[in-house]
């Protein structure tokens, strides 16, 4: 008698069976989790460019700015872009042929969106003693609304907090 090796049919229908069920029931949390991760890196990002600029502005005794670029050179009231600039001319602005100390993407994907609440034309200006001149709140949201989304608030003397979860309902997400 011979000894065959392998596996008889039934075993491998079974086995894509159970792999099926596990794919059912995994891939919507991982998908979640991927939605979760983009918003913790947006958030995560924008929290360590501000404390930069906020250092920067410290270190070199000279006001520098966050704002939104469309470009990745000027500031702008949106764009994809963050950049952070020594602002020369002290006009709260980042102008062509001004310094720029660090350039990023804003988000990986259209999925994410963010919202600069009461920071005026979506930037945040530091003086030369490190603090901002207004305060406000950076909302970062995605299509699955704000019982999701992040938000880091910026106070007077130029710290950033981020929201706790019981915190939530205050976003807009708009």
């Known amino acids: 008698m011979v000894k065959s090796f392998g596996f008889t049919l039934v ?4 086995t894509v069976a159970i ?16 939605q979760d991760s983009e918003l913790i890196n947006t958030s995560n990002r924008i929290s360590t460019l501000t404390t930069f600029a906020r250092s920067e502005s410290m270190k070199r005794g000279q006001q520098v700015v966050v704002c939104r670029s ?3 050179e000027t500031c702008s009231s949106s764009g994809y872009f963050l950049i952070v600039g020594l602002d020369a001319n002290d006009d709260s602005n980042i102008n062509t042929g001004e310094t720029l100390l660090k350039i990023t993407e804003l988000v990986d994907s259209n999925n994410v969106s963010v ?8 930037r945040i200006v530091f003086s030369s003693k490190g603090t901002p001149d207004e305060i406000g709140t950076i909302e970062i949201c995605d299509s699955r609304g704000k019982n999701y989304a992040k938000a880091i608030t910026l106070n007077i003397g130029g710290q950033l907090r ?8 205050t976003i807009s997400c708009a």
Do not use: D, M, Q
Request: proline residues 3%; hydrophobic residues 40%.
């Open 11 to 14: 075993e491998l229908l079974i």
């Open 19 to 34: 792999a099926g069920i596990l794919l059912t029931v995994g891939v919507p949390k991982l998908s979640s989790f991927l």
């Open 70 to 72: 469309s470009n990745s």
């Open 115 to 122: 919202f600069f609440k009461s920071l005026t034309n979506s």
């Open 162 to 169: 981020h929201y706790s979860e019981s915190e939530r309902s």
